[in-house]
Each structure stands twice: as structure tokens, then as C-alpha cells.
């Protein structure tokens, strides 16, 4: 019997808890501006402010927080970005509750330590929903680096983003599903979508995949976190984030790291009709938020590219349900998720960078079917292009504005072409790790 120290599992726990202290050491203390929106919406429950909560809707995403928080902050020694709380209300009830009991910079060390391993297990759920028995200490190695590395993990940590949490929680969705926990599946699908709403889309795929038995824990946990959050907060404020919701869906907005497919052709194609914006006077504030322009681009879509935008949410759907169906009980039967989820995100209107962690989580597995040179030579390709330091190698290239976006879209719009190849023609061939 080997020692406890030889064991995969506990040489995981201590790779974990490795990288968590790297993190927490690197990025503890980081403003956070994901995590302070949060913060700020629920300051403004805390305070009765419910109109400062969401920004105002001006008929576009223009990426600016509500005027209240510049004017609250103005005077501070506060001069780092500041987002719009873009969550469900009852995130801002939960949070302004926790604004009573202790500080921001409290809240955010403990999530500064605790994201870092929620990242890892990630990459251990995406292992067992592909087939791995056991851990495998390397192939977590190499998913650690992967995404603590790229602007995919890396920018997730820094900003302590709440995405972390939902891509752990739609991976243990599935990996419980395919354990036949359905319970549990059903739960964790239902808070990932109380946080995020497009993991509830996942559902239908649970479906086709044979895993009926978790609709039902699904619909009851989810009718029981929306039924409290419109009893905490009340209905008109969930008018308020559906209209959010809707005009995001309706925004094209370019931004470095925006990597989906509605600002790659914004760019290629309609950047004449994006024009660089000014900065209103009243959203300046310290150093991030005092050009006289917004450092992005945004614009409303036409019905035309809303349209597109719904076929193609369609034909996702439909085709992932098809695909799932068809493969269920089949060794590519997890891929699948890995594929899906990656064109629901670059389909979707808008995704980020950390958007796809839950999709780079099963990029170390591809090394169960192909040779690990070769899997060492894709993933480089792939990864090196949205590496920490890449951007510094597109500055000087000005054929389109935000150059870092074009290459992090094809990069990933090639690691779910990868993936896909793995699925199609490697995944029935024994694993060889």
C-alpha cells in the first residue's frame, strides 16, 4: 500500500493548496472591480438606495456604473475601474447583508483564497466528466497552468469574478449528473443559474443527455431561489435586471478581452459604426476612469443582427440536444459539454475572457488521446496567443482597434475546434492515461 503521501489524491489537496497560497499571496489586496460592484449594490441595499443598484438604462451596455457610485467615490484614494452590478437581486440583498458584518477588503481576501481553489476543482470535475477514474496529478499540473497562466484564469483572480463559481458549479451539474446524483446535479445547475442566467439553457442538454431525473431538483431549487430573491427584493427591482439583461442581448461591445464572435465582426466588419465615446463628466474618477474617451466600443445592435443572434441560439440549442442525444452512453459524451458550452459562449452576446474556464478545464485531458508532444504543441498554439504577456505583442498592430480580441476569439474559436476533433475521431480510442 502506498504512503499517504503517494497517494494522487492527497498530492491534488497539496497542489491546491499550493497554488492557493501563490494566488492569494499575488492578488490579495487587488481592488477587485468585479467583486466591488457586488460590494457597491449591496452598500446601496444596505443604505435604501435601491435606484443606484443597476446603472441607467440608456438603451445600450455602455459599461458604466451607476452615477451614485463615481459620486461616492469621488475623493477617495479609490482610482482603479468601475463596473455595473449586472447579477440578480438577490445577490445585492445577500452582499448588503454582509456590509453590516464586516469590510470589502475582508470579503475580498476570503474570496481572494478560496477562488484559486474553486479554480483547480474545475479542472478536476472536467476530468471525471470525460472519464478519469482517479486524479491525475500531472494533467491537473498542466490545467493549473493553463488557466492560472492565461488571461482566461488569471484576469478571473484578479478581479475575484463570480464567474469562478459558476463555472464550478455547471461543471459538478454535470459531473453529478453523470454520477446519477441528480439531487445534487439539479441544485448546483439552479445556483450556477442564480448567479449567471445562461446555465439554465444547460438544462435541455441534461435532457437529451438521458439525465431527466434532475429536472425536477433543478426546477424546485431554482422556483426557491427566485421565489426568495422577488420576496427580498422585490419584483419592480427584477424589472429593472431583465431590462439590463435585454439590453446587453441587444449591445455590441468591444472590448480587449470581450472574446466572442458578435465584437470580432463588429471589428472586421462595422467598426466605422462604433465609434470611440466620450467619457461623461460625471463617470470620472482616479486614474482607470479619467480619459476623455471610453476605452472601449459599443453600439446597438440592428434587428437584422438581433435576428442572427436568435437563429443562432437556436441552432446551438437544437444541435446540442441532437448531439447529446445521439451520444449518449458513448465515450464523447463529455466532450460534448466541453464543445457546447464553448459555442454557447462564443455565441453568446456577451463573454469575457473567464467566460471560458469551464471549457479550458478539459483542455489537459486531451493528453488521454493524443500523444503528450502533440498535446503539448495544440495547446501551446492555442493558449500562447492569450498568454499574461501577449498583449504587449499586438500593440503595434492597428488594422483593427482592439487587436488582443480578434486573436483571443480565433485562439479559442480554435480550441473548440480542437475539441471537437478530439470528440469526433480520438475519444473511442482507449485513454492512454
Known amino acids: 500500500m502506498p504512503r499517504f503521501y503517494q497517494r494522487p489524491a492527497f498530492q491534488a489537496f497539496l497542489l491546491i493548496a499550493v497554488m492557493a497560497i501563490l494566488s492569494y499571496t499575488s492578488y490579495a ?153 441528480n439531487f445534487s446535479a439539479g441544485a448546483a445547475l439552479a445556483l450556477a443559474a442564480s448567479i449567471k442566467l445562461y446555465p439554465a439553457v444547460f438544462i435541455f442538454f441534461f435532457i437529451a443527455s438521458g439525465h431527466k431525473k434532475m429536472v425536477l431538483p433543478f426546477i424546485l431549487f431554482g422556483a426557491a431561489l427566485g421565489g426568495l430573491s422577488v420576496a427580498l427584493a422585490g419584483w419592480p427591482l427584477h424589472v429593472v435586471f431583465l431590462d439590463q439583461v435585454k439590453t446587453i442581448a441587444q449591445t455590441v461591445l468591444i472590448t480587449p478581452i470581450s472574446f466572442s464572435i458578435d465584437p470580432l465582426v463588429g471589428q472586421l466588419f462595422f467598426v466605422d459604426d462604433l465609434p470611440q465615446m466620450e467619457r461623461p463628466d460625471w463617470a470620472k474618477l482616479g486614474t482607470a476612469n479619467e480619459g476623455t474617451h471610453l476605452a472601449y466600443l459599443f ?14 441560439a437556436l441552432i446551438l440549442l437544437a444541435g446540442g440536444c441532437w448531439a447529446m442525444h445521439k451520444a449518449r452512453n458513448t465515450a464523447k459524451s463529455g466532450w460534448l459539454w466541453a464543445i457546447f458550452m464553448g459555442l454557447y459562449a462564443l455565441a453568446s452576446p456577451l463573454s469575457w475572457s473567464y467566460h471560458y474556464i469551464a471549457i479550458v478545464a478539459f483542455a489537459p485531458y486531451i493528453a488521454r488521446h493524443i500523444s503528450p508532444r502533440k498535446t503539448l504543441l495544440a495547446l501551446a498554439c492555442v493558449f500562447l496567443p492569450i498568454s499574461i504577456p501577449a498583449p504587449v505583442l499586438y500593440l503595434g498592430i492597428s488594422i483593427v482597434p482592439m487587436p488582443f480580441q480578434v486573436f483571443g476569439t480565433v485562439s479559442l474559436i480554435a480550441f473548440v475546434g480542437l475539441v471537437t476533433w478530439v470528440a469526433i475521431f480520438r475519444s473511442q480510442i482507449a485513454p492512454k492515461v
Open 29 to 181: 489586496g487587488e481592488p477587485a472591480p468585479d467583486l466591488y460592484a457586488s460590494w457597491l449594490a449591496g452598500l446601496a441595499w444596505a443604505n435604501g438606495t435601491v435606484g443606484d443598484i443597476y446603472p441607467q438604462n440608456t438603451g445600450v451596455f455602455d459599461l458604466l456604473a451607476p452615477a451614485a457610485w463615481y459620486e461616492q467615490l469621488r475623493g477617495t484614494d479609490y482610482s482603479d475601474a468601475l463596473y455595473p452590478f449586472i447579477y440578480p437581486p438577490i445577490w445585492a440583498v445577500l452582499t448588503g447583508a454582509l456590509t453590516k458584518i464586516t469590510t470589502y477588503s475582508t470579503f475580498s481576501a476570503i474570496a481572494s483564497f478560496v477562488n484559486p481553489i474553486i479554480l483547480s476543482l474545475c479542472v478536476l470535475l472536467a476530468g471525471r466528466i470525460v472519464g478519469l477514474k482517479q486524479v491525475n496529478v500531472i494533467l491537473l499540473v498542466a490545467g493549473q497552468v493553463l488557466l492560472f497562466t492565461t488571461w482566461v484564469g488569471q484576469l478571473a483572480l484578479v478581479q475575484n469574478q463570480p464567474q469562478i463559481l459558476v463555472a464550478f458549479l455547471t461543471l459538478l451539474a454535470i459531473e453529478r449528473a453523470r454520477a446519477q446524483h
Open 299 to 312: 453600439a446597438a445592435k440592428s434587428d437584422l443582427w438581433k435576428q442572427v443572434n436568435s437563429g443562432i
